[in-house]
């Protein structure tokens, strides 16, 4: 066992070495030629591991993203471990298989339409098929939900497991390709562009994409299913649809084959306060809701499905003053009679479904007070009541230019 770990060490100590080579300068191949040398065998983990101990080390992320692609280059053909047979993810509906399928997809998009159409640009300078590369980038730009997905679902899990560096440095890498796209697409809305810089450009970007599959496949993948429960993947599946697919069809239910998998995906709230209340989407405790709607800047109120008011939102600068008194008050009551019949008309509007949101806009001096009214509906359609939200728009209005940076 020690002589495994040993030389466990011992090749995690020879891969920080290379991409501290490459770092400071060598070529891809002087590195490739050592590599074979001194390497047998890399495993996914290993790589995983090895980001993850150059950050822990002080290496900024956006060092290791930078020779990202580099070192994909030099592992690729030297994972050992990279397609290792595991039944559920070969099932569609499962996340594995949708990454996949839509993986193929955009190799599909990129070496049968973009390559031979930016091929033809270049050697024609036909400026009049660059309609055909703007609609082939904005099916590329459907890859901004594989993207989505794969940030915001998988990451998550991964994070939980300590595993850190890797999805920070494959978002860092994500967002490179989601700004090339966005790069192409207003060149494309240029006149003046000259074909040779849009080829550059969307050949650059394809590449990276290119790239991204592979780490994909090669490195993420792997790592992911070695990590992940079935429970997990079972709830990344289920909040797929919400974010969206590229290039596919949304794929089938995914139903995993041991009886009775689990259906509430969230993990239990140990340790946690007695007074947590549980939402579909996360657990707080009531100081922490709370605090939280008092802190939002809009001034909320709603009302029950019989009309009384049962909460405000107790923010310290509200535009409509209320208090405790009106709890449990009707909420024509608290209308002046010149307009009740206002109250009663959006109310009836919501009870009978005519209506899902009511919009109001006045000056009070020097407030511009956007007023929405909203009906709240459970997933049956079953109409809980009605909530105002009330806020001063004058500040938005004044908005000018874009902020980026903090002040």
């Keep these: 066992m020690s002589e495994l770990i040993n030389n466990r060490q011992y090749r995690q100590k020879v891969l920080k070495e290379l991409i501290m080579e490459l770092h400071k300068g060598k070529s891809v191949d002087q590195v490739k030629e050592r590599f074979a ?13 090895m980001e993850q101990n150059l950050i822990m080390e002080g290496m900024p992320v956006e060092e290791v993203q930078r020779l990202c692609d580099v070192h994909a280059e030099v592992f690729k053909g030297s994972i050992e471990d990279i397609h290792k047979p595991v039944e559920a993810s070969e099932i569609p509906g499962h996340p594995i298989h949708t990454i996949r399928i839509e993986n193929k997809q955009i190799e599909k998009l990129i070496e049968e339409d973009l390559k031979p159409l930016l091929g033809d640009l ?8 660059l309609p055909e590369l703007a609609e082939m980038m904005e099916k590329l730009w459907q890859i901004d939900k594989h993207y989505s997905r794969k940030e915001n679902l998988l990451f998550p899990y991964l994070e939980k497991y300590g595993i850190t560096a890797p999805p920070k440095v494959m978002w860092g890498v994500d967002d490179e390709i989601r700004n090339g796209i966005k790069e192409i697409r207003r ?13 550059q450009r969307a050949r650059e970007t394809i590449n990276k994409t290119s790239e991204m599959i592979f780490k994909e496949e090669n490195i993420l993948i792997p790592m992911a299913v070695d990590t992940l429960t079935e429970d997990e993947w079972l709830g990344i599946a289920k909040e797929s649809g919400e974010i ?16 009775g998998a689990a259906k509430d995906m969230q993990r239990p709230a140990e340790g946690l306060p007695k007074d947590n ?8 405790t009531q100081k922490e809701l709370e605090y939280m709607l008092s802190t939002l800047p809009v001034d909320i109120t709603f009302v029950s499905k019989d009309d009384k008011v049962k909460f405000f939102s107790n923010n310290p600068d509200r535009v409509f003053a209320r208090t405790k008194a009106i709890i449990g008050r009707s909420v024509q009551n608290c209308h002046p009679p010149a307009s009740v019949h206002i109250v009663n008309k959006i109310v009836e509007d919501f009870k009978a479904g005519k209506k899902d949101h009511e919009d109001f806009w006045i000056k009070m001096g020097d407030l511009y007070v956007y007023i929405r009214y909203f009906a709240i509906r459970d997933n049956n359609g079953e109409y809980l009541g009605t909530m105002e939200v009330t806020q001063d728009i004058k500040p938005i209005q004044e908005i000018k230019g874009e902020k980026r940076l903090m002040s």
């Design 37 to 49: 040398k001194l390497i047998e065998g890399v495993t996914a983990s290993e790589i995983s591991e």
């Design 122 to 129: 270049e050697s024609s300078g036909d400026k009049t098929r």
């Design 187 to 199: 060149l494309l809305e240029d006149d003046s562009v000259s074909i040779p810089t849009l080829v």
């Design 244 to 259: 969206g697919y590229t290039l596919i069809d949304p794929p089938p239910e995914w139903v995993p084959e041991r009886a």
């Design 277 to 284: 209340i549980k939402f579909e989407t996360g657990i707080l």
